[in-house]
């Protein structure tokens, strides 16, 4: 959500920026997951893909899709009963049992390829599904008088925070705060090639660090991941450290000019 939205209040346009950097945080999340999932496959090795597809289906299960039923029973709801959002909403609608039927895909695939297959499918479509939501119901939403975006927000959070409780204890929470499956760890794993890398580059200014956050999220004890940055990331390091203090180690493998590459790798517990 790049463009300028006039909000009616400023808790409404604090909530509309809360919104999107949180969704671009699972966004890149799930980038990551799915990326795994296709590392995996393409190796042709069971139990590497098996873990992925357990670690991509958990989090969808825990996070991506009660977040999305949280959101159709708040935002959906909330911009269907608008005239100017109803259709809009009614195609979201649908898109979240698209997005259901890909998990359950993916909960059931034995065999690697396919699981790759519904994952990418799964990304490609969350990734539109959240542009919709960014681009079109926020920016309805934050500029209706007679809605309250953080009310609105704070319900879908409750809401999430109430299905959370119903599933198991080792899962991200979906808020920043991730706990991992015991038993995952690819300790002495220093092949920087076999680390799935994020070009931050690429990423709007506004949503960046956001997006970093949301991939190291998917990042499992002992494992790593290639972040590509335009800059030395000081800043993005200082505010890792504060929000996961001690969890990731950094090592720079370029500095400049064009890019600076760094692997960081989470910690064992």
Known sequence: MENLVLASTQADAKAAELIVRHHAEMDATLGLKTELVATA?????HDP???????LHRWCRDVLVPHAMAAEATLCRAGGDLPEGRLLVEAMVVEHRIIGDLVET???SD????????ASALRHLFTAHLTKVNDQLVPLLVREPST???ELLDELEARFAAAGEKT??????????PVHAPGECGCGERDVSAHPELDARAVPHAIRHATVFGALDAVRPGRSMVLVAPHDPLPLLRQLEGRQPGVFEVDY???GPDAWRLLLTRRDS
């Open 41 to 45: 496959a393409r190796t042709a090795a």
């Open 49 to 55: 893909a098996e873990e992925a597809r357990i670690g």
């Open 106 to 108: 993916i909960a059931q």
């Open 111 to 118: 065999d690697a390829i396919d699981t790759a297959l519904a």
């Open 148 to 150: 309250s975006l953080r």
């Open 168 to 177: 198991e204890k080792d899962t991200d929470d979906g808020y920043g705060h």
């Open 253 to 255: 493998l370029q500095r």
